[in-house]
């Protein structure tokens, strides 16, 4: 039996909103608000540098995925799923 296709999903746009709130466009045509607070309260190497919200606001679409200067990256697939799971997505008009 063939495994099932997973849809990939690519992050095209992100705009910082102040604190740890972005805005973020899908490929699917779906965008939102997402709240990362609870990303940044993890602690590591990597994300240390993420709690200073104007490193935060650096924030840039590398490959379909977000990404910080430090290289941090969150996985589209993943972080899509989490939004759409908490109502944080509506379908956009085309352009």
């Known amino acids: 039996m063939p495994k099932p296709l997973i849809a990939l999903i690519h992050v095209l746009r992100v705009k910082p909103l ?14 939102g608000i997402h709240d990362f607070s609870s ?27 977000l990404t910080w200067p430090n290289g ?7 972080l899509h799923d989490r939004m759409a799971a908490a109502g944080e997505l509506t379908k956009v008009a085309a352009e």
Not at 18 to 31: A, V
Not at 39 to 65: C, I, N, W
Not at 72 to 78: G, Q, R, T, V
């Open 18 to 31: 102040g604190g740890y709130r972005l805005w973020l466009r899908f490929d699917n045509g779906t965008e």
């Open 39 to 65: 990303t940044v309260q993890h602690s590591g190497e990597m994300v240390q540098p993420l709690k200073d919200p104007a490193f935060f606001a650096r924030v840039f679409v590398a490959y379909g995925v």
């Open 72 to 78: 941090f990256d969150l996985d589209a697939i993943a």
